[in-house]
């Protein structure tokens, strides 16, 4: 799911280390509730959980200021900002897709480079090599101003964070904000990539177990993608959907099959009646029927996979825009979704058609059961 894969890109990881004050106001990203000295801890944690990468980040809102010749405000606007280990993590880049997405200049070389999305820079005439002002607040509520030159323009994909956003590296804006060597949010993934809640849940229980206290809010609480926001629900849904989908695809299938079934039967009636005469059983000729369909399922599930994985494989390579339909969303679903063909996919998308055609063979046969031997025997003769 596109929206699932670009919301722990960008905000939830697959998993997600706060304090326990900051969890209760996680929408709002409240910064200065923020771990504190997690150094160490984060070196500990990362020796008890070898399994998972540990990414420390801080999101923040700022005033982005820009200024005229003259050193004036020519301009100012409201900006989203994401200070990320831009300098010292290939994986954080990469993860952000921020190579992939690079349109106009480069990646930040130094801690006073920033990124700005493509969108808002234009918006508001900015060039590569201008300088800007963020201004913001301290951890402690000082007001706070730091320049910043802008190395590159990038679109992030994702319609909501290209209106307006900008990434940092995370020790200019522990500078600027005062926050050294804490974070507001440290975001886990598994290093093969995959969200995977029973795992996610074991890991969430033991770390709460052994390092959470819920008499300090200040103490470390660890939250599965699913319990942040409104992602456990929606997770919940895409699955009984799937699984609602299917059922409802082969039932609807199976009764347009079972009506071609009937056709089909009455056409053979002369054929069954026949078969009856030289001395097959009614069991037979519906087993016989049953066979057929088999094969049949089986052909046709393998041509249809082969032209579906034909499908796949192009979407996969060009991709689909979908931007017209994010232009009024929120939701961090990316503008161009690609397709993914998987085994799980191929099995997913084969056993339906085979199951609507024999289940619509084995409805239809049964036909042959309620009909009179003598019946089909006359209809033989005509």
């Known amino acids: 799911m596109s929206y699932i894969q670009q919301t722990s890109r960008f905000n939830s ?12 106001m996680l929408d709002i990203k409240p910064y200065d509730l923020a771990l504190l000295d997690v150094s160490e801890d984060l070196y500990e944690w990362k020796e008890q959980y070898p399994q998972l990468d540990w990414v420390e980040r801080i999101n923040f809102g700022a005033l982005l200021d820009v200024p005229d010749n003259d050193g004036n405000t020519k301009i100012q606007s409201e900006i989203v900002g994401f200070a990320i280990d831009l300098l010292g993590s290939e994986e954080e880049i990469n993860r952000m897709q921020l190579k992939n997405g690079l349109k106009r200049g480069k990646l930040p070389q130094d801690a006073s480079e920033i990124l700005i999305s493509l969108a808002a820079a234009e918006k508001m005439e900015l060039k590569v090599g201008d300088k800007v002002t963020l201004m913001g607040a301290t951890v402690f509520g000082a007001m706070s101003m730091r320049n910043f030159q802008i190395s590159g323009m990038v679109e992030f994909g994702v319609l909501s964070l290209d209106r307006g956003a900008i990434v940092a590296d995370l020790s200019a804006i522990r500078e600027m904000l005062d926050m050294q060597d804490a974070a507001g949010e440290i975001l886990c993934f598994f290093k093969d990539g995959e969200y995977n809640l029973r795992d996610a849940t074991k890991i969430a229980n033991h770390f709460n177990g052994k390092y959470s206290n819920k008499e300090e809010e200040f103490s470390p609480q660890m939250l599965r993608l699913n319990d942040q926001g409104n992602l456990g629900p929606i997770l919940r849904m895409f699955d009984y959907s799937l699984v609602w989908m299917s059922l409802g695809f082969i039932m609807v299938m199976a009764i347009v099959l079972w009506n071609a079934g009937l056709l089909n039967g009455i056409r053979r009636y002369g054929e069954f009646g026949l078969r009856l005469a030289i001395g097959e059983s009614k069991r037979m000729v519906y087993t016989s029927l049953l066979s057929e369909a088999l094969i049949v399922g089986i052909a046709g599930g393998v041509l249809g996979v082969i032209i579906g994985s034909g499908i796949s494989i ?62 089909l025997f006359k209809e033989l003769e005509t």
Not at 14 to 20: A, D, G, L, P, T
């Open 314 to 375: 192009y979407f996969n390579i060009h991709g689909m825009d979908m931007s017209v339909y994010n232009r009024s969303s929120n939701m961090m679903t990316e503008n161009i979704l690609y397709t993914s063909l998987t085994v799980k996919a191929i099995i997913a998308s084969f056993i339906p058609g085979l199951v609507s055609t024999f289940l619509g063979a084995a409805l239809a046969g049964i036909a042959i059961f309620k009909r009179e031997t003598s019946q």
């Open 13 to 24: 990881g697959h998993m997600k280390v706060v304090s326990r004050a900051y969890a209760e």
